[in-house]
């Protein structure tokens, strides 16, 4: 529902969410069953999912509203199909500009949103430096300088907060690379998420403040966050691992070979995936091959004992099986994805070992 609607709503398995903002975007993720092929949930996906306005008094509106007089019959028609757009092979850039277009881009987007769509203490900030919803942005020469030279800092901590973090809580395992701070943060930043225990859940009490550091950090590097990225559930959700050093702390580095043995029995219900990105557009690595990823879904060549090794590097190395493409010159890290996970990695009887970088003799 749009800001500010305050009329009647579907029922009847209709779930409402109202919005701040007059432009939303909601994500969806079909698993494939077979692990290979996308054909059948991409079949289901433009089958069911319909997308179209909501007409108060139409499909969704209960009888009894009717007969109370507190909505009109509307028309009761199908809905227009849905118009799907195919991303496959497109080129986009979501990166925002790290220079002064940045507030110019803010300033778009505080005059297209209604004046309500922050609270007033993010608000606050921004009408300082003379962006304002109805006003014009026009800053003087001196202004700009100030403020150019403010984004530089501003991008240069955020950048070493997501690539550099210090903090001992953030690390999944004791002295090692790999890093994910929702445990203790939750989803909102503020709060650890419950723990799951035999006698049942058991939540923090809340901390009353809020983890600006690791807000910094994601958003700065990820797009968007769900409850469901933060859950300790078995099997349901999904967790990520995020790891920017090999085994020795040290970036990753395009021209070098590094490999990673994935331990047998990798806990996850659905599948699992290590996917590279690039240091800079925080997007992911643009090679030579399809997709800068390695997964439970591309067929990995197992070890004799059940592990996986998968290396990484600009050309395959002669030993490996498993191959993730790098390129010179270009750093990179990696995010580890496990969708429903199993007890084993929430108890960490299976461990994510560090990435090690590799000599060819």
Known sequence: ???????????????????????????????????????????????????????????GTPIAEFLAGKA???????????????GSGKVMNTVPPNDFSFYEM??????????????????????????????????????????????AVANATSRTLFMHPRDPSWFYYPGSAWWNYLFETGYEFETPIPLITREGVKPFPPTGYRTLDARTNFFYGITG????????LPGIGSQYLISFTDAKKNYFDGARIYKLTLPKDIPAARFWSLTLYDNQTRSMLQTDQQFPSFSSQTHPQPNADGSVDVFFAPSRPAEARNWVQTIPGKSWFTIFRLYGPLDSWFNKTWRLPDIEKITVH
């Open 72 to 86: 009109r019959l509307g028309r009761i028609t199908p809905p227009p199909a849905t118009v799907f757009h195919e």
């Open 106 to 151: 803010l300033n778009e987007v505080v005059q297209q949103e209604p004046a309500t769509s922050l609270d007033p203490e993010l608000m606050g900030p921004i009408a300082a430096i003379g962006i304002v919803k109805g006003k014009p942005f026009a800053p003087d020469a001196r202004m700009k300088k100030i403020m150019t030279e403010a984004l």
């Open 225 to 232: 966050i769900s409850p469901g990225m933060a859950m300790r």
């Open 1 to 59: 529902m749009p800001p500010g609607y305050d009329g009647p709503l579907p029922e009847g398995g209709f779930f409402s969410a109202h919005a701040r903002t007059t432009r939303v975007v909601w994500f969806g993720r079909a698993f494939l069953e077979n692990k290979s092929d996308p054909k059948p949930p991409t079949e289901a996906i433009r089958k069911f999912t319909k997308v179209y306005p909501y007409e108060a008094g139409g499909v």
